[in-house]
């Protein structure tokens, strides 16, 4: 019988902030327009009653939650996570994402946010450079700026809520693949993107790991997929029939390691070709049973939208307060 391992790095889960209080309740849509909407609003809930008897109004905050690609499992469940603390803290939220994991499109929809005046943008960066400028013109127009999942430049946010450590992680999936492989063969890394800090920090590190401490160890190839399943897939055949004594793929984003397992499926290769990486466990889960992939190691997405909603409200708050 195969084991199936799943690695859990929820101890790592972090947040790099400057100051949280409080607790805040609201809803979520995803939409495709120019314009997204709210369909939950806290008109009944954004009372609170004074000594006099009369009731006051208490502002409720609209916090756009942005993801890299609004189409891939990943973020479906940050999206759950921000819907849970929509409804238990007080705030309208609006969660969107472009339907192509790059920039170009995450501007569009950061210009499209500026324009109904949310109070806050959580933002999970494409690019840490490409943003800036769209970023540091809703904070010029009075919209507090956060990061999460993937930052950008520190000049464009107030914090970045960060998931997990990068060089522990990267280091952790290298060790992964050179367990899984006696610490000697060729491999290839199986990136969402070239341009996304956490992807590209990760990476760093996984290859930090492997000139330290696995000689025996060669990189002999990095594909990059954008993010997209089906590329996921079709660039993961790439590497195996470049390299047909490759050993292992690292899966960096969640989208990698499943298109990898498929690749490694497809040629037959189950257990001749180790599969790592980060990604979730309902997708992998086939995978792992039949022997395509190894490991999968992931933190909960739940928590880190609910951790974004919060943090985002609390900042805006914070502002606002000044």
């Given amino acids: 019988m195969k084991r199936i391992r799943l690695s859990i790095l929820s101890r790592f889960f972090a947040v790099c902030l400057l100051s949280a209080v409080g607790f805040v309740s609201g809803c979520i849509y995803r939409s495709s327009d120019s314009g997204f909407k709210v369909i939950y609003n806290n008109e009944s809930k954004g009372k609170s009653t004074v000594h006099s008897g009369q009731t006051a109004p208490v502002k409720t905050y609209k ?52 324009g109904q005046k949310v109070d806050a943008i959580a933002v999970a960066a494409n690019d840490p450079a490409a943003l800036v400028p769209v970023l540091q013109k809703a904070r010029q127009r009075g919209i507090d700026v956060i990061t999460w999942d993937s930052d950008t430049r520190p000049e ?44 590209s920090e990760w990476v760093k590190w996984i290859k930090m790991q492997r000139e330290t401490y696995y000689p025996k160890m060669d990189l002999v190839d990095i594909v990059a997929n954008d993010e997209d399943p089906q590329k996921a897939y079709t660039l993961a055949l790439e590497p195996l029939d470049r390299h047909p004594d490759l050993k292992g793929i690292i899966g960096v984003g969640s989208i990698s390691p499943p298109g990898a397992a498929k690749a490694v499926s497809e040629r037959g290769l189950e257990g001749k070709v180790k599969v790592v990486g980060v990604s979730t466990p309902t997708i992998m889960r086939p995978y792992l049973k039949e022997g395509s992939a190894q490991t999968v190691t992931l933190w909960s997405p739940k928590k880190l939208g609910y951790l974004t909603v919060y943090m985002a409200k609390q900042s805006a708050g914070c502002e606002n307060a000044l």
């Fill in 156 to 199: 464009a946010r107030t914090f970045f809520v960060n998931q997990v450590d990068a060089e522990t992680f990267g280091r952790h999936q290298m060790d992964l693949l050179a367990s899984a492989l006696n610490e000697r063969g060729s491999f290839a890394i199986l990136t969402g993107s070239v341009t996304a800090m956490n992807l």
């Fill in 63 to 114: 916090v756009a939650l942005v993801s890299k690609v609004a189409t891939i499992p990943y973020f479906n469940l940050t999206e759950e996570g921000a819907k849970e603390a929509a409804d238990d803290l007080g705030v309208d939220l609006i969660s969107t994402g472009p339907q192509i994991a790059d920039a170009e499109h995450q501007i569009e929809t950061v210009e499209r946010l500026i």
